[in-house]
């Protein structure tokens, strides 16, 4: 069976390593889809987001990064795949993601959503947490991979940059 892991993965935490690496033993093949979504104006940009996934993923049998711009479903279409997995880390998650799952249950009725649980030391660790620490200056080492440490690190040092040269 495969599946797509849909996300923003603005940056790719931790977090989402231990999903991709749980799903990679339970599917032949796993799609690490990686979401325009403009209207949530990341940080990266959708090529620098695929890069740091790229860069940082082990060795996987069956995991393949990938960018798309059209609506999910379109895209699973397109792949001809039937599973979507998405993950539950606290209860404030259920809500959004119940949203999310009959939305895409109700424009095709043969999309599953499957959901799966990161090991606890990831629960409340994800993307908005490590931008907010690294913007007032924090150390996010032990929740990204070093490649994602680095890029986000460069990314700050620009956006600091920028933010004094406006004060000037
Ligand atoms: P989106 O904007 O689609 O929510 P995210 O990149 O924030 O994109 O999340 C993609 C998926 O990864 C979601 O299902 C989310 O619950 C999950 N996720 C985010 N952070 C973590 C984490 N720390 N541990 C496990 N799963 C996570």
Partial sequence: MDI?????FDPVTNGHFDIIERSSRLFKKVIVAVAASSGKQPMFSQ???????RESIKPLSGVVVEAFSVLLIDY????GIKNILRSLRVA?????????ALMYRAQDRELETIFL?????????????????????GDIKAFVPEYVYNEVLKKIGHYRDNVRRDRR
């Fill in 4 to 8: 797509i892991y849909p996300g923003t």
């Fill in 47 to 53: 090529t620098e987001r695929v890069e740091m996934i």
């Fill in 76 to 79: 699973a279409k397109e792949k």
């Fill in 92 to 100: 404030s998650d259920f809500e959004y993601e119940l949203q999310l």
């Fill in 117 to 137: 649980m990161p090991n606890q030391k990831y629960i409340f660790l994800s993307s908005s947490m490590i931008r907010e620490i690294a913007r007032l200056g």
